[in-house]
Each structure stands twice: as C-alpha cells, then as structure tokens.
C-alpha cells in the first residue's frame, strides 16, 4: 500500500506540513517519494513552445527540490524529483500518471470562496480528476507543527 507517493512542493513553508506526514507515511509503507514542484509562471508555461532558458526562479524551485531530496535522503528515505512546468493541477495529475504514484499527497491553505476564485483552487481540480487517493493537509505554522 502506498508504494510511490506523489508530494506536490510549492517551495514554502507550507510544505514543511506534508513533507513531515509523508516521511512517516513512506517510513511505514517501505515506500518511495517523488517531489514534484509546479513552475506556472510566465517563462515556464511557455518554456517549450517558445523554446527558452530556465528563469531564474525555475532554478531556485530545482535547487530547492534538490536541497529537499537530499534531506530526506539523508535520513534513509528513496527520494527522487521533478520540476514540472505549466498549470499545476493538470501537471500533478500528469506527473502522477506517469510516474504510477500510487497516492498524491498535498497541502492545502483553507482559502474560502473570495480567495478560492482569485487565487484558484489547484487543490480542488486535482482531487476531482485524481485518479489515485488524494492526501490533503491543511498548512500548518511552524509555531503549530513544533508544539
């Protein structure tokens, strides 16, 4: 069960959230995390079509999806990654398909209504398109996570 754990990253601190329940969770189950991290920005949605250069903030998501797979495989856990770009929901759902996950783990961020429309709601298009279970956690403060 849970073999190949999908872990959507946004490069915040909200990611400290899942990541530390799905350490525990690929502990238990013997299994495998890949991180993935969605660039949506202008340059990544239209990095292949037009054919450009990483920005500079698609190197900072490599280098922080780096940084995190290195801790965590410091402490014993198989851990690979990618750096997705375009719409996130859409990437996820890709990335997860492709790679067989098997559970596609995420934060969410308690938004409601105003907020969901301006912001968008990734969180609800992947877990109505999902295929696979969804693990969703709501984002916790630092203060909360470490009491």
Do not use: C
């Not at 965590?72 to 851990?79: E, F, K």
Request: proline share 2%; no cysteine; hydrophobic share 45%.
């Amino acid at each position: 069960m849970y073999q190949r754990i999908l872990v959507a990253v946004e490069n915040s601190a909200s990611d400290r959230t899942i990541l530390d329940h799905v350490t525990d969770l690929a502990r238990l189950t013997g299994g495998e995390l890949r991180l993935v991290h969605v660039a949506d920005g202008w340059a990544a949605r239209n990095f292949k079509q037009l054919q450009l250069r990483e920005s500079e903030e698609m190197q900072k998501d490599r280098a922080y999806l780096e940084s995190l797979r290195l801790e965590l495989a410091g402490r014993g856990l198989t851990v690979s990654t990618e750096l997705a770009m375009g719409d996130p929901a859409q990437e996820l759902l890709q990335a997860a398909d492709r790679w067989r996950a098997d559970l596609l783990a995420m934060s969410t961020h308690g938004h409601r209504f105003i907020n969901d429309l301006v912001r968008g709601t990734t969180v609800d298009a992947v877990r109505h398109a999902a295929l696979i279970p969804v693990l969703l956690l709501r984002a916790q403060p630092a203060a909360a996570r470490q009491g």
